[in-house]
T-cell receptor, first 118, second 115 residues
Framework: GEEVAQTPKHLVRGEGQKAKLYCAPI?????VFWYQQVLKNEFKFLIS????????ETGMPKERFSAKCLPNSPCSLEIQATKLEDSAVYFCASSQLLLRDKSNQPQHFGDGTRLSIL | GENVEQHPSTLSVQEGDSAVIKCTYSDSASNYFPWYKQELGKRPQLIID?????GEKKDQRIAVTLNKTAKHFSLHITETQPEDSAVYFCAASKVWGGSNYKLTFGKGTLLTVNP
């Protein structure tokens, strides 16, 4: 597709439950990034993939967060045993391979999933 | 790691005036600087970007300048219109390990354009 597609738009879970979010990158894009935007608008990087491979997971709270990008499937971000502090909007972004001069390519964002933990 | 500071946090201008938002970054290896506009409840939308081999870039009413020596870059919006009202984010990134690296965002500027 021509846009990053994220589902669901809104997800409500009770504290301690599991939450799973999905992202379909723009067709032909090789990189996928997940960001968390909390109430004060601040973006926090979580994890990035190059195709199916984890490229950078330095932002992931590893105890409860996991993510995958498998061939022919949307990427997913899963949170086990959710906490109130996980309430946020989770954005997925995708980008193409580097340009021929090895400079960065723009990241295009999806509409996000608003996760509410009650 | 990279740290991006953005100022001001809020900016109110009259329609037709110019608006300037400034950002500084800490990692001298950063070489890509996008600006995103985010309306309430919507996705961040890329409005302009600049790479470190360029000092200035313009697209109609929007321009971005970059000073690599001072490690700061700025967004300039001229002839502001009410539809320019939104939160604007600057960000910095680099190429690392042969791949696109994560974006480090500023904390955002809420721009209000008063009719």
């Amino acid at each position: 597709g021509e846009e990053v597609a994220q589902t669901p738009k809104h997800l409500v879970r009770g504290e301690g439950q599991k939450a799973k979010l999905y992202c379909a990158p723009i067709k032909g894009h090789s990189y996928v990034f997940w960001y968390q935007q909390v109430l004060k608008n601040e973006f926090k990087f979580l994890i990035s993939f190059q195709n199916e491979n984890v490229f950078d997971e330095t932002g992931m709270p590893k105890e409860r967060f996991s993510a995958k990008c498998l061939p022919n499937s949307p990427c997913s971000l899963e949170i086990q045993a959710t906490k109130l502090e996980d309430s946020a909007v989770y954005f997925c972004a995708s980008s193409q391979l580097l340009l021929r001069d090895k400079s960065n390519q723009p990241q295009h964002f999806g509409d996000g999933t608003r996760l509410s933990i009650l | 790691g990279e740290n991006v500071e953005q100022h001001p946090s809020t900016l109110s201008v009259q329609e037709g005036d110019s608006a300037v938002i400034k950002c500084t970054y800490s990692d001298s290896a950063s070489n890509y600087f996008p600006w995103y506009k985010q309306e309430l409840g919507k996705r961040p939308q890329l409005i302009i970007d600049i790479r470190s081999n360029v000092g200035e870039k313009k697209d109609q009413r929007i321009a971005v300048t970059l000073n690599k020596t001072a490690k700061h870059f700025s967004l300039h919006i001229t002839e502001t219109q009410p539809e320019d009202s939104a939160v604007y984010f600057c960000a910095a990134s680099k190429v690392w390990g042969g791949s696109n690296y994560k974006l480090t965002f500023g904390k955002g500027t809420l721009l209000t354009v008063n009719p």
